[in-house]
């Protein structure tokens, strides 16, 4: 697809199915794409970077009182990943146009016409970077998971691992598990998270 087209094709995600939002304490920028088809969030992750997490499983009710039929997944990214899909997408859009000019122009003070070309390479060393810290984090929590297996209490899995509390410690023992057990029944959201090396807990519990 060219860039004019995935322009086209991205901006029509973000008016119907997206929000850009802005954190007033922070005055940081994010962006989220809601949708029941975790494919079409998965090629957001490509392109651009961010996260897919479930959102709302079938038949559980929303705040606003409505119930989903079907799981509910979102996309999610903020700072210069968001705004590259707000800037790409700019040209495009319709409904939140203003919103996505505001969120480019505050980021970055650009002249908001001509729209910059999609800088793949750029996009690609963000989301590098971004695996590197995320692949740090599963290692942690399998190493965790592994010392715990092996008997070993969250006090000490804290001091040997260097986290700030027990609470830290038994957070990524439950992180690690969840990604076994993800990783053992097939996980469609997102596969690129699957833990490698990962092995069945044996007659482990929770001390």
Aim: glycine share 10%; charged share 25%; proline share 3%.
């Amino acid at each position: 697809m060219s860039d004019e087209g995935l322009r086209g094709y991205l901006a029509g995600v973000l008016d119907a199915d997206g929000n850009i939002n802005k954190v007033e304490k922070t005055g940081r920028w994010y962006v989220n794409i809601t949708n029941t088809a975790p494919e079409l969030l998965d090629a957001f992750v490509q392109v651009f970077g961010g996260s897919v997490q479930k959102h709302r499983g079938a038949g559980e009710t929303s705040s606003s009182g409505i119930t989903s039929t079907k799981p509910i997944y979102r996309w999610w990214a903020s700072g210069a990943v968001g705004m590259a899909l707000c800037e790409a997408s700019l040209p495009y859009l319709i409904v939140k146009k203003n919103k996505a000019a505001q969120a480019v122009r505050e980021k970055f003070g650009l002249k908001i016409w001509p729209p910059r070309a999609i800088d793949r390479a750029a996009i690609a060393r963000r989301k590098a970077v971004a695996e590197k810290k995320r692949a740090a984090v599963r290692e942690r929590q399998r190493r965790a998971l592994e010392l715990h297996t092996g008997g070993m209490s969250y006090r000490e899995i804290m001091r040997e691992l260097g986290y700030q509390s027990s609470a830290g410690a038994y957070a990524a023992v439950q992180a690690g598990r969840s990604r076994c057990s993800k990783q053992a029944h097939g996980s469609g959201v997102n596969a690129a998270l699957a833990m490698p090396d990962c092995e069945e807990e044996t007659g482990s519990r929770l001390s």
